[in-house]
DNA sequence: CCGGTAACGTAACGCTTGTTCCGGTAACGA
DNA sequence: TCGTTACCGGAACAAGCGTTACGTTACCGG
């Protein structure tokens, strides 16, 4: 036999690559090439580990949404109460420091790429509708007095407002600062589960 | 002399042609031969009307501005309750139709070409804070008992909903449906300039 | 130690892109 | 009516893209 490869490693840095092009370079400086050197490999590498440019971009994606999926599963299992659980899924999950700034910029640009690829717009959706779900659940946990459909059109508010300030905050990080971001969505979760402090107040 | 163009009207109707490349192919797809056959004409005409590439992105991109801050002002020069004028403002801004649909498409692409070309996203910047501008000075004549900060920082949470809201519903218009925005914007209005009415309630 | 095999780098291909250039054409003044 | 002049279409260009095929290299079994 011969020499045989971490096929895993391979994809897991070749997709860490994708990433750092994206978030540098944008959707249209997403090369090949660009990737490769950013992995620090030549472009047959890249397609021995992925059939083409798509399969490669499918799996950062999937990445991106495991990623963000194991943080609020960490979160979850710490057993916090459900109001702290809440505002700690929100609070991470809007860009604040300069890593999350970059996952924002990534998030972005399989945005716009999903907007003509249906393949990547289905992962979209589903991520997204992931989180949506458990933003209802924690909310229904935390306001057990309110009916489902009260809790989903309450969680599709904060979702959006999470979403947006990512958004915003990626192509204005001045006016969108991270007091500023923190602000607007304690103002929100303060009038859907009550004022700041983890238990009820006195 | 010789026969002489109307660059105006081409201008428009090339810009036309890129918004409606851009909200159906993505920015991968948005190619001079692509908007040429759209605009039904050659690439030829195309770079005698503009420069090149990048100046036909600029001027669609401005023109895109200009409409929605036209729209705005037609709101405000209508003289009604400032409560009013917030509200048709945020939900006229909100992807309801499938025409703000396209808009929505085409503001995304626009964003993520921002995230790599730096002039475009000085026009991003410059139309965002614009629009939160607006909103902020309709608040602050909602809520007179409010101090400028507060204003700010409430308006930064309604901007940031509605466009989290309209990039949502562009990749997912089922979720994010009509009804789910109008609630989650009405929500957000509510806590902040009073009930629904247009007028206060008897 | 060495053959053989799988993994990898390199160079080339075909294609599409943005851009340029020139020939034809339509309008205006005389 | 006719010549001139600006305008526009379309072919052609270099560059860069994703992808492929082939040669080289490094490893494992015997």
């Given at each position: ?62 990445l ?34 300069p ?15 999903a ?14 509708r ?32 999470v ?40």
């Amino acid at each position: 036999m011969a020499r045989q490869r971490d096929l895993t490693a391979h994809q897991e840095r070749i997709s860490a690559a994708t990433w750092s092009v994206l978030a540098e370079a944008g959707l249209p400086g997403l090369t090949l090439r660009a990737v490769a050197a950013r992995a620090g490999c030549s472009t047959g590498l890249l397609l021995h580990t992925f059939p083409d440019k798509r399969a490669l971009l499918l799996h950062a994606r999937d990445l991106l949404h495991q990623r963000t999926a194991a943080r609020a599963d960490a979160l979850e299992a710490t057993g916090a109460a459900p109001e702290e659980v809440l505002r700690a899924l929100l609070h991470q999950a809007v860009a604040l420091g300069p890593e999350q700034h970059e996952e924002a910029r990534v998030w972005i640009g399989f945005l716009a790429a999903a907007l003509a690829e249906p393949e990547l717009a289905e992962r979209h959706v589903r991520g997204n509708r992931s989180f949506l779900r458990r933003t209802t659940r924690l909310l229904a946990a935390c306001r057990l007095d309110w009916d489902p459909a009260r809790c989903t059109r309450a969680a599709t508010g904060l979702v959006a407002l999470v979403e947006g300030l990512n958004v915003l905050a990626a192509a204005d990080p001045a006016t969108y600062s991270p007091d500023a971001q923190r602000h607007a969505l304690d103002d929100a979760l303060d009038r859907l589960v009550g004022a700041a402090g983890p238990v009820s107040p006195p």
